[in-house]
């Protein structure tokens, strides 16, 4: 009799489940961010993020599924990779303080802060430093127009979370290290980002907008009058807000 070693067994099934509802213990544990957070400051929506901030209720089935947990998992790791990559390569980092915690900024008695993945602090020559440095990891048709537009044009998002975090960890002199590998086949594209003075500028505004919103107990305006929008297809908030009145 020949065996299908390729057929899915009802142990398989098992086993991913037993992870997924591993993955999903640990998601429930995780303590709720009570700030706004640098790393989306660069939504679009100022409403998504007072809705985030507050903690409104999320659309039903809005909530990330153990794949997609993976994936996030798997950002982080590859963060991980390339710090170890660029150490063998002869570049200096440091990611956290003489306390041993995070690199990061705090503004607005600690409601708006966000955590670097590094800074590159020396190395080969050609490059300058101190400088940012953040690591993302992007599926192919991503990877390939970050590769073609920039960081601008590609994620607007990251664009703002870079310029945030120039700003506030004064890394502002030197082009931050962009750093991107590609899901699928593992390449490496480095874009050094020139610090954006009125981006960092329109981005503290924002956050300060939200915050005092959230003080007064207004509701900020949607970022579109159209709730078919790419960016409201997708928000997890897209309930909630078109309820309102």
Same mark, same amino acid.
């Given at each position: 009799?020949?065996?299908? !070693?390729?057929?899915?067994?009802?142990?398989?099934?098992?086993?991913?489940?037993?992870?997924?509802?591993?993955?999903?213990?640990?998601? &429930? #544990?995780?303590?709720?961010?009570?700030?706004?957070?640098?790393?989306?400051?660069?939504?679009?929506?100022?409403?998504?993020?007072?809705?985030?901030?507050?903690?409104?209720?999320?659309?039903?089935?809005?909530?990330?599924?153990?794949?997609?947990?993976?994936? !996030?998992?798997? #950002?982080?790791?590859?963060?991980?990779?390339?710090?170890?990559?660029?150490?063998?390569?002869? !570049?200096?980092?440091?990611?956290?303080?003489?306390?041993?915690?995070?690199?990061?900024?705090?503004? %607005?008695?600690?409601?708006?802060? #966000?955590?670097?993945?590094?800074?590159?602090?020396?190395?080969?020559?050609?490059?300058?430093?101190?400088?940012?440095?953040?690591?993302? %990891?992007?599926?192919?048709?991503? !990877?390939?127009?970050?590769?073609?537009?920039?960081?601008?044009?590609?994620?607007?998002?990251?664009?703002?979370?870079?310029?945030?975090?120039?700003?506030?960890?004064?890394?502002?002199?030197?082009?931050?290290?962009?750093?991107?590998?590609?899901?699928?086949?593992?390449?490496?594209?480095?874009?050094?980002?020139?610090?954006?003075?009125?981006?960092?500028?329109? %981005?503290?505004?924002?956050?300060?907008?939200?915050?005092?919103?959230?003080?007064?107990?207004?509701?900020?305006?949607?970022? &579109?009058?159209?709730?078919?929008?790419?960016? %409201?297809?997708?928000?997890?908030?897209?309930?909630?807000?078109?309820?309102?009145?």
């Amino acid at each position: 009799m020949m065996l299908d !070693f390729n057929s899915r067994s009802a142990l398989g099934d098992k086993f991913v489940a037993l992870i997924d509802k591993a993955i999903d213990r640990r998601a &429930t #544990g995780e303590s709720k961010r009570e700030y706004l957070g640098g790393s989306a400051i660069g939504e679009p929506c100022a409403r998504r993020l007072q809705y985030e901030y507050n903690g409104a209720d999320k659309d039903e089935g809005s909530d990330f599924e153990p794949r997609i947990r993976r994936i !996030f998992q798997r #950002g982080h790791e590859v963060e991980e990779w390339l710090i170890r990559w660029m150490l063998s390569a002869g !570049f200096e980092m440091r990611s956290k303080d003489r306390d041993g915690r995070q690199f990061g900024f705090e503004d %607005c008695e600690g409601r708006f802060k #966000g955590h670097f993945d590094g800074v590159v602090t020396g190395g080969p020559q050609g490059f300058e430093y101190p400088a940012l440095f953040e690591a993302k %990891c992007l599926g192919e048709k991503g !990877f390939n127009q970050l590769v073609k537009h920039g960081v601008a044009k590609a994620y607007p998002k990251y664009a703002a979370q870079v310029a945030t975090y120039q700003a506030y960890g004064e890394l502002s002199e030197h082009p931050a290290f962009f750093v991107a590998v590609n899901a699928n086949d593992m390449r490496i594209h480095l874009e050094l980002v020139k610090f954006d003075p009125q981006l960092a500028q329109d %981005c503290a505004n924002k956050a300060a907008t939200v915050l005092k919103a959230v003080d007064g107990g207004d509701t900020l305006p949607r970022a &579109t009058d159209n709730p078919d929008s790419f960016v %409201c297809r997708f928000c997890p908030f897209k309930g909630v807000c078109w309820d309102d009145t």
